[in-house]
């Protein structure tokens, strides 16, 4: 009987790994495991202040309860009256005037985003104080006090000031109206339009405060390949609706706006930018749209790039569509942020087109226009040099565009963390005015003096219940916004934070995890493009290896564009003997690429066509080493399978079979990006296989009859 009890009681401690389906991300808020830890947090938090009262000010005190709640699993109460000790103190600076916390001008700094988080006496009791000028500003402070606790960090003695470093922190919804993705890997839309605006589901909701809870503060909710229908009366109903769900969490909507809109919803025959008739369209558009929303933040444009309408189809530049634009908000406090991603089959290099297009428009643009760069000359490639446009437009604020959606990186299947991608541009150093002029100043708007400043992320998010189909694509939203509030957080601490919330803060979790993490970019360079090599996926769908398709009905959507690859050696000669796109950068830049026995290996195919004997920093031939890289690739995946075994224990039985699977297709994937390419510029190189390394087990002409008709996304 005795023996009974004990191990029911036993039974009841113990906690088991509960099946997770990963919709939570990282806002879990399970009970803290550490039994110490919990009693010094429920010592610290023993009451909750709130004050004020706005929709926002009710999703902070929703969000710290149930956080709280859940983490500490204690009922926290909230109290009205004067703080008792251990009082959790909220408000804003004018809701919290009467306990003259904090002299006036020294909240000034805050801004209207950042916030305050102090332990001190108020009214003879020790408090903590989540303080802000604003309720939004509240808010981010409430999500960063809850990421202490959930990654085991001390709440007493705290004393933290957090601005964003940049203004516009957008995600990029590719979704169509139908709900289909483009580029998507995780279901359909989230959107869904046929039910909006009455039907509001949760996942809106939870979409807000996941975002929120990162600093993301806008969203363009639909794809820049644009659908004017979205522009009509009652779909601007259904982003009103969407709009009201996410305004408590301080996350404006914007629109992908089609340029031809005037004339395929509004009748038109033309959508010169410099026709009254179709400025006036325009600026009743946006007074419509303003009624509805009254915060709505302004359009999103992909104008004369892959077949859509512009104003170059009137003879009009790329600055007068903008700018009509531009007009028609400016009056309503909308913005434009307006793409550069465009290229031309008659170029002799897709490299240079931006550059050549946009910087004669420097200065030419309105004051509300952002231009939105990718973060790479071509197209979100594994690595790419960072786009020559940043440093070469100073009178205009760039807005930076990486992608979440994992296209050219693995897709919906491979385990790539995208944070020292982002990192590697941001950190580059453009030279423009001078040393230390680096793209992440430039973003900021600090080097060139911009108010407007932001950074967008084409989302990787769909209706799949964990929201990315990878549970690791995840971490990629995660970074984005941590990384534009603050892009001097190493990757390192973003991948910590991300897997202490997401899985557990056992420190053989977070090291064996954060190890998978910050090897994964670098083996998806080497088993994919290593040295350089860019675009030679699939035609189309993108997914795997197709160095040799030279048959797509542009020449510079082929991957034998990109590698050139010949008997004499393979890579794209950018140097002044080549297409000479290394002049776009500065010649400091420049002059790291220029000499292709000084240019780093990472680079070399990028700028250099090169013989298939060059000898390589390493003491290798360019072919060995491109062997060397490529198997290099494939064993960081078999590391990274096995350190994930060693952590079954540790995991949630539902996500680590989940990620186990997926890393097994990431690792046939990797076997197969290296056959089929290394045997394909084997036809060029006519050298064989260095002794020791794993033989190709299938031909050439098996991987070139493969088709992938149905692979997703396309
Ligand atoms: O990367 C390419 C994609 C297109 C995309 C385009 C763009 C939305 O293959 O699907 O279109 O870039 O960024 O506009």
């Given at each position: 009987m005795k023996n009974t009890l004990l191990l029911m009681l036993l039974l009841c401690c113990i906690q088991p790994l509960r099946a997770e389906d990963g919709y939570d991300l990282w806002l879990r808020y399970k009970r803290i495991?550490?039994?110490?830890?919990?009693?010094?947090?429920?010592?610290?938090?023993?009451?909750?202040?709130?004050?004020?009262?706005?929709?926002?000010?009710?999703?902070?005190?929703?969000?710290l309860d149930q956080g709280l709640n859940g983490l500490l699993q204690a009922h926290i109460p909230f109290t009205n009256g004067q703080p008792v000790n251990n009082t959790l103190i909220v408000g804003t600076t004018s809701t919290l005037a009467a306990l003259k916390l904090f002299p006036k001008d020294d909240l000034q700094q805050l801004g209207t985003e950042g916030f305050r988080i102090t332990s001190r006496t108020v009214a003879g009791k020790v408090c903590t104080v989540i303080t802000a000028n604003t309720d939004i500003g509240v808010l981010y402070g409430a999500f960063h006090f809850l990421r202490l606790i959930q990654t085991l960090q001390p709440v007493a003695n705290l004393n933290i000031t957090s601005t964003p470093r940049v203004k516009l922190r957008l995600l990029n919804h590719w979704d169509n109206l139908n709900r289909y993705v483009e580029r998507g890997y995780a279901g359909i839309s989230i959107w869904n339009w046929h039910t909006l605006p009455e039907y509001i589901d949760d996942r809106y909701i939870d979409y807000a405060r996941a975002n929120a809870s990162i600093g993301i503060n806008g969203t363009v909710l639909n794809n820049v390949n644009a659908n004017a229908t979205v522009l009509t009366a009652p779909y601007l109903h259904k982003v009103a609706a969407l709009a009201d769900v996410l305004r408590p969490y301080g996350i404006k909507v914007y629109l992908s706006a089609r340029f031809s809109a005037p004339m395929e919803i509004g009748h038109l025959n033309t959508a010169d930018p410099l026709n009254d008739t179709v400025r006036q369209w325009w600026q009743a558009k946006a007074k419509e749209i303003y009624t509805m929303i009254p915060d709505f933040g302004g359009f999103l444009v992909k104008a004369n790039s892959e077949g859509q309408p512009g104003p170059q189809s009137y003879g009009r530049t790329h600055a007068d569509g903008a700018n009509m634009l531009a007009d028609a908000l400016s009056p309503l406090g909308g913005i434009v942020i307006w793409r550069a991603f465009v290229y031309d089959p008659e170029a002799n290099d897709r490299f240079k087109q931006a550059y050549d297009e946009f910087t004669p428009l420097d200065g030419k643009f309105r004051k509300n226009v952002l231009v939105q760069v990718k973060n790479g000359p071509i197209d979100f490639q594994p690595r790419e040099p960072f786009s020559p446009l940043f440093g070469a437009m100073p009178k205009t604020p760039l807005m930076m565009e990486f992608q979440l959606t994992q296209e050219y990186l693995g897709q919906g299947t491979h385990l790539v963390y995208e944070a020292p991608l982002f990192k590697e541009v941001l950190d580059a150093d453009t030279h423009s005015k001078g040393k230390n002029s680096t793209v992440a100043k430039i973003v900021d708007g600090t080097l060139n003096d911009h108010t407007l400043s932001g950074i967008a992320g084409v989302a990787n998010i769909g209706n799949e219940r964990n929201w990315t189909n990878h549970p690791f694509g995840q971490a990629n939203w995660y970074a984005l916004g941590r990384l534009s509030w603050d892009y001097s957080l190493s990757s390192e601490q973003i991948a910590s934070e991300w897997i202490r919330q997401t899985f557990s803060n056992d420190p053989t979790v977070v090291n064996t995890i954060r190890n998978i993490m910050l090897t994964s970019r670098e083996a998806v360079v080497n088993y994919m493009t290593p040295l350089g090599l860019h675009h030679i996926m699939g035609n189309g769908h993108h997914?795997?290896?197709?160095?040799?398709?030279?048959?797509?009905?542009?020449?510079?959507?082929?991957?034998?564009?990109?590698?050139?690859?010949?008997?004499?050696?393979?890579?794209f000669d950018r140097t002044a003997s080549g297409s000479n796109a290394l002049q776009q950068y500065q010649p400091a830049v420049r002059q790291l690429y220029a000499d292709s026995n000084a240019c780093s290996d990472q680079y070399l195919l990028w700028f250099h066509h090169v013989s298939w004997q060059h000898k390589m920093h390493s003491g290798r031939t360019l072919w060995n080493e491109l062997c060397h890289k490529y198997q290099e690739g494939v064993d960081s995946v078999s590391a990274m399978q096995q350190q994930w075994r060693q952590l079954k224990k540790h995991i949630d039985p539902e996500r680590f079979h989940q990620v186990e699977m997926l890393l097994a297709i990431q690792h046939k994937d990797a076997i197969w990006w290296r056959n089929a390419c290394l045997l394909y510029f084997q036809t060029f190189s006519g050298m064989p296989f260095p002794a020791g390394y794993e033989q190709p087990d299938h031909t050439l002409g098996y991987y070139q009859q493969e088709r992938f008709p149905y692979a997703p996304g396309n």
């Open positions: 495991d550490n039994n110490a830890l919990l009693s010094t947090y429920r010592r610290t938090i023993a009451a909750i202040h709130i004050a004020g009262n706005s929709l926002v000010m009710d999703a902070v005190k929703k969000e997914y795997g290896p197709a160095p040799w398709s030279n048959k797509a009905p542009r020449p510079d959507w082929d991957p034998v564009y990109y590698h050139k690859a010949d008997a004499k050696g393979v890579g």
